[in-house]
């Protein structure tokens, strides 16, 4: 074509330009269930940071019978167990004569302290193997995979009874174990975003390049990953705050004195007939923290799929 | 003729998450009558797909209509209620999609969607649509119109499927068909017996039809009346003839500019001799390849036989055929993607081992590979200057300043504003894309580009400015090309010799001139016959040919014995093309033909 | 295509078992304390332990003890529980299972009968109508449910129906012999504490997985062909959608027979898990063998009926070209 423009003016010369198929930059916007849940979660988040300290009483500490005389009254010793709310304890007390709220407190760190390493464990292991099993030899997939099915099939409750009755309740054991169980589904997950991301075409590119595996796991793919695998990490989280509360609410969890909110559930129980708070308020700890991170990870997912299918049927 | 569909100002915008409008359609207005053809003419982002749809009173997710009316017999669609709507749609006005392999049910059979629709609507009992299916399957040249209803949609191909959305969206008898570019995704021996079996049937049935494209030859074919829309807004609005013979309307010759006319020999550009030298850049010789594990030098399918090509420096060849012939399996295996089974590849005349991970550095940065689609190619994490940094880090070991500096040259010489640097790929239009992905290969100084249909996603505007910046890098840098197209107008107009490759072998090479000039083989011919003019009729004419007849809409089928193409080839000799391999004819300055027919057979 | 698919499923399933059994064999093992005395109790001797660990093969090398257990456990023989749990010493497995893996069945039959359809209703009809009242009720209180433990959800059932209602007792004793209407009452409330929990995962599962087919090009075009919105869903989405859903109800089946220790402690319901439990602590190791077999076994057999009806959902290797 004899026409052909030069270099300095093509772009001015374009008089009708190539309109931008580029979306805006998609900002989550969350709905007002998932600012609800923002706010509680940094709620929990600071109890993890200052509970112990703001917490009126010792998570050990059992009541003296004193501080439940009522004025005027002959009263001298009065019950301190399952006591209900009031000013000395703002949320009763549980069945040694404990107070609940400090309890809480104390128990934030330990519950959501260890289910947080745990889940982290679980994603280390995970998404490294899981990693491994995409980008390795066929051969390394299949052992990691049926390693995978095989440690999926076993109850995880099963699991952990029958390693802690091996090897006692200890909390590294008890993060180690859950670390363990979680890194299942987390391998599954991290096998299956893997190699979505390894057959893509930047990433051939890379490989035709030259570069090395470790450039095209890290540079390549992992960025790649890192947002449905933050999604997928948050719903992680509270399968094992759920699981860990499980454990300690048969016995097999963290030991007394230290107060976790599952085992306070099931210390407390018998106080339930005598209509004591002190199980209902740790099960509400775990209820609005875990529902929370479920409705924040809903409306990120909502935001990826979800509103599209819902416009579909007018 | 009286007005079927009246679309008067109407206006569609786009909600965004922050609640605000942004309009996509600004107030077209067209009518349709009855049993004319509308095209509606534009690239992408100009709306004619979300204008097409608004005739059956649905716009995308996320859209909505902000204005105007689409009236359909004086009845205002857009207000209709949902279930007027429902009554509207498939039985007054029908849609046929872009993919038919996305848009067919992969659960159901193909019977159960194409009735579905007459059948829910009452229009007819089960029996008589299928009936009226069979009567449609064999308007439109369906195979095995008897059991075709039973068969699920993967079991039939790309090209027969696009004819089953037809006879869905016929079955019911509407009065307007919706055909939202139809044919762009089939090759063009398929294409032209689509486009056949469209035009033939919408004249038979009597039925109005929009159709949404953005090829102007096609639209020459098929249109009455065309729209061309740029940006939401009407451009130019006339009858075909007028508006393919004489534009009125800048953006109309822009379109037209950049429709190439058809491939002949004298397109391509004087090459110039300064990058040249004796031997070649790239040579593949004796390469079988193909896919699942190889046994005795033969891989579970095989692809590739035979075949040599060889690549002088500085020079561009051209490789073409249709899907699956072996097109991009050729330069995988000169990239070293896909090692060979047999044969050599060989870089400035040393061999290079068969896989990636035994090439040297220096081997790696001399080829380069452009992939097909720059959306997937780019990966979207990485900020354009990390992108094209990457390889001068690479392979040239630059740094800071130097990178830096060079990053701009790069960006400068594929005509993107410097401060693209610090965007990232969804920010940029898919042409935008291309050029980065461009870049990214030349950053690495190479010898060889291997460019794997790289305009063929893009609009016809957007891929021929790229197409003459590849021209202005041959240039500037002497870079060898191999550039794969299934596109012969863009590889004439660029090649300065061609391979024609069907069904992974090479059944014709040459220089460019001579590959488009007589003799042919009977496969270029078909090639060089179904690539649409930009002229009303040509369509009833190529149709006559003998080419057309014998080899359109066949599937490509990998042979081990004989010609792989003889089931397609009017010049076919029984009991000799199909059993044995065709000698390879030398018709002079490195023109070969591979075929059982003589130079003088080929002529007519 | 076909018979490959599911030949290398079945393939898979059969490695993978075989994989489950070592990690049980070895995890048990890990388990301390010696059988021989805590049989032998306070009358344990050097020379009568071992003895009885002689008699018992556990004197043998490892590798040896579980090539005979593997043997034994695929001839069906169980072995013989080491510990007695209340049948005595020497009682065989089988027969301690046997009355335990009914009341598992029984339990897991019923909830599964009552919680699948009302699932499938629930997640389909929040399908078909997203974003309504409807369909937010159903999302919310689902995703609720399972943010709680289950024991929450026990807890609150027992203190409703059992201590303020009065309606159904709080613990589960039976006899064996309850039939009809006593039977229903005794099962009731951890019946209803598994149904809530199973159906609130696949009412999400299948919601979740309707709506991702209805975004796909096909329901547009069945949209655009002016079919109604019910058969979008039932004959256009459904179809497309078995896989998923027929996954979390097979896993949701598993985690019945295997993983509701809580729920079977909380009622004192005597199902397999509570078995296991029972036989961790008593250090039966042939029980706990038997039990952690139990449950892996079913959970493969029930993924790989799962993934059979994926592949046989499947039209491409149904009907292949």
């Given amino acids: ?314 | 003729m009286s007005v079927l569909l009246e679309v008067d100002h109407l206006k569609i915008s786009a909600r965004k998450d922050d609640d605000n409008l942004t309009p996509i359609v600004k107030g077209v207005s067209f009518n349709v009558a009855r049993g004319e053809v509308i095209a509606l003419i534009g690239e992408s982002g100009s709306g004619k797909t979300t204008i097409a749809l608004a005739a059956l009173g649905y716009t995308k997710p996320g859209l909505e209509f902000t204005g105007g009316q689409v009236r359909l017999e004086g009845e205002d669609v857009i207000t209709m209620a949902s279930d007027q709507l429902r009554a509207l749609r498939g039985q007054r006005v029908a849609y046929l999609a872009q993919s038919a392999a996305a848009t067919f049910n992969p659960a159901l059979t193909i019977g159960e969607q194409v009735t579905e629709s007459c059948v829910l609507h009452g229009i007819l009992n089960q029996e008589q649509a299928n009936e009226r299916a069979e009567f449609l399957y064999r308007a439109l040249e369906l195979p095995d119109p008897d059991r075709l209803g039973k068969r699920y949609p993967h079991q039939v191909s790309g090209g027969q499927l696009q004819r089953l959305m037809a006879a869905t969206a016929l079955c019911g008898k509407p009065d307007l068909l919706v055909l939202d570019e139809p044919t762009t995704a089939l090759d063009v021996t398929t294409q032209i017996e689509v486009l056949k079996a469209f035009k033939s049937v919408i004249k038979q049935e009597g039925s109005a039809a929009i159709y949404v494209t953005h090829d102007l030859s096609v639209v020459a074919q098929i249109a009455d009346h065309i729209v061309v829309l740029y940006a939401g807004e009407v451009q130019e609005h006339g009858s075909a003839e007028q508006v393919v013979s004489h534009p009125g309307h800048d953006y109309t010759r822009r379109l037209m500019h950049a429709v190439r006319p058809p491939p002949a020999a004298g397109q391509g550009e004087e090459t110039s001799s300064e990058h040249r030298r004796e031997d070649p850049a790239l040579e593949v010789i004796d390469i079988v390849a193909g896919y699942g594990k190889a046994r005795d030098g033969t891989p579970a399918i095989t692809v590739l036989r035979d075949v040599n090509v060889s690549i002088e420096r500085g020079h561009t060849v051209g490789v073409i055929g249709e899907s699956g012939c072996g097109k991009s399996t050729l330069a995988r295996v000169m990239a070293g993607l896909l090692p060979a089974a047999q044969g050599k590849v060989l870089l400035d005349g040393d061999t290079l081992q068969p896989t990636l991970e035994k090439r040297s550095r220096s081997e790696l940065q001399k080829v380069q590979f452009v992939f097909q689609m720059a959306d997937t190619a780019l990966n979207p994490r990485q900020r354009i200057d990390h992108i094209l940094g990457r390889p001068l880090e690479f392979y040239l070991g630059l740094k800071g300043k130097e990178k830096r500096r060079r990053i701009g040259e790069l960006l400068q010489m594929v005509e993107l504003p410097q401060e693209f640097a610090g965007r990232y790929p969804e920010e940029l239009s898919g042409g935008q894309k291309q050029r980065v992905n461009l870049a990214r290969a030349l950053a690495a100084s190479p010898e060889v580009l291997l460019c794997d249909e790289v305009i063929s996603a893009l609009d016809s505007i957007v891929g021929a400015n790229v197409i003459e910046l590849l021209k202005r890098l041959r240039k500037q840098t002497g870079v060898s090309f191999v550039f794969i197209s299934h596109d012969l107008s863009t590889v004439a107009s660029f090649a300065d010799e061609i391979v024609v490759l069907y069904a992974g072998r090479v059944m014709e090479k040459g220089t460019t001139d001579a590959v488009l000039s007589p003799p042919y083989h009977p496969y270029t011919r078909l090639l060089i016959s179904s690539v649409p003019e930009l002229r009303v009729g040509w369509l009833e004419e190529t149709m006559q040919t003998q080419e057309a007849q014998a080899g359109i809409d066949r599937v490509v089928t990998l042979t081990d014995t004989g010609c792989p193409f003889f089931d397609r080839c009017p010049l076919a000799i029984r009991d000799t093309c199909d059993r044995e391999t065709a000698p390879a004819r030398q018709l002079g300055a490195g023109h070969a033909i591979e075929c059982h027919r003589s130079e003088a057979e080929f002529v007519h | 295509m076909l018979w490959r698919a599911l030949l290398s499923r079945l393939g898979i399933s059969l490695v993978t078992l075989w994989v489950v059994s070592v990690l049980i064999f070895i995890g048990t093992n890990l388990l301390p304390g010696d059988v021989a005395q805590i049989i032998l109790g306070q009358m344990a001797t050097p020379e009568s332990t071992a003895a009885l660990r002689a008699k018992l093969g556990l004197d043998k090398p490892p590798y040896l003890q579980y090539v005979v257990w593997l043997q034994n456990v695929a001839m069906g023989d169980l072995g013989i529980s080491k510990a007695g749990l209340g049948a005595g010493l020497g009682t065989p497995i089988v027969e301690i299972l046997e009355p335990r893996i009914f009341n598992t069945l029984r339990l897991t039959g019923l909830v599964t009968v009552i919680a699948i359809p009302i699932s499938l209703f629930l997640g389909l009809i929040a399908a078909m109508h997203p974003g309504t009242r409807l369909d937010r009720a159903v999302t919310f209180s689902t995703l609720s449910l399972i943010s709680v433990p289950d024991f929450l959800v026990a807890t609150m059932l027992v203190l409703i129906f059992a201590v303020f209602l009065g309606w159904f007792p709080a613990i589960v004793y039976l006899r064996g012999d309850e039939t009809g209407w006593v039977l229903i009452k005794t099962l009731a409330m951890p019946i209803l504490t598994l149904v809530i929990v199973a159906s609130s995962q696949i009412i999400r599962m299948t919601r979740a997985t309707v709506l991702n087919v209805m975004s796909s090009p096909y329901i547009e075009m069945a949209i655009l062909k002016g079919v109604p919105r019910k058969r979008i869903i039932l004959r256009h989405a459904l179809f497309n959608a078995v896989g998923p859903i027929v996954n979390v109800i097979a896993l949701n089946l598993a985690w019945l027979v295997g993983g509701v220790v809580v729920v079977e402690q909380i009622f004192s319901y005597p199902g397999l898990a509570k078995l296991m439990v029972e036989g961790v602590l008593m250090r039966d190791l042939p029980l706990v063998q038997a039990c952690a077999m139990i449950f892996c076994v079913t959970y493969i057999v029930l993924i790989f009926i799962a993934d059979m009806a994926t592949i046989l959902s499947n039209p491409r290797l149904r009907h292949p070209k």
């Fill in chain 1, 1 to 314: 074509m004899s026409d052909t423009p030069t270099p300095q003016n093509t772009n001015s010369a374009i008089q009708f330009d190539e309109l931008p198929d580029a979306p805006p930059k998609r900002k989550i916007k969350l709905s007002l269930l998932g600012k609800i849940g923002v706010v509680v979660l940094i709620f929990w988040a600071i109890v993890v940071a200052i509970g112990p300290m703001i917490a009126p009483y010792h998570e050990a500490d059992i009541l003296d019978e004193e501080l439940f005389i009522v004025p005027g009254s002959d009263e001298m010793y009065p019950d301190t167990d399952f006591q209900p709310p009031s000013k000395i304890v703002l949320l009763g007390s549980d069945y040694l004569g404990r107070d609940t709220l400090s309890r809480i407190l104390f128990g934030a760190r330990t519950t959501i302290g260890i289910s947080f390493i745990a889940t982290t464990l679980a994603y280390l292991l995970g998404v490294l193997l899981g990693i491994a099993a995409a980008v390795g030899s066929k051969r390394l997939d299949m052992i990691l995979s049926r390693l995978n099915d095989a440690l999926l099939s076993i109850p995880s409750i099963m699991f952990a009874l029958v390693m802690i009755a091996a090897l006692g309740s200890t909390i590294p054991l008890l993060i180690l174990l859950t670390g363990i169980i979680y890194a299942t589904s987390v391998f599954r997950i991290a096998r299956s975003l893997g190699q979505e991301v390894m057959v893509s075409d930047f990433v051939e590119a890379a490989r035709v390049r030259g570069e090395g595996l470790w450039w095209i796991i890290t540079r390549e793919i992992l960025p790649n990953i890192a947002m449905p695998l933050a999604t997928d990490f948050g719903l992680r989280f509270v399968w094992v705050i759920l699981f860990i509360s499980a454990l300690s609410f048969l016995g097999l969890g963290v030991q007394p004195p230290m107060s976790d909110w599952g085992s306070m559930v099931k210390e407390n129980l018998p106080g339930l007939i005598y209509g004591s708070v002190a199980p209902i308020m740790p099960a509400l700890a775990i209820a609005t923290l875990t529902i929370s991170v479920n409705m924040i990870v809903d409306d990120i997912s909502a935001h990826t799929g979800g509103k599209l299918a819902k416009r579909m049927i007018a």
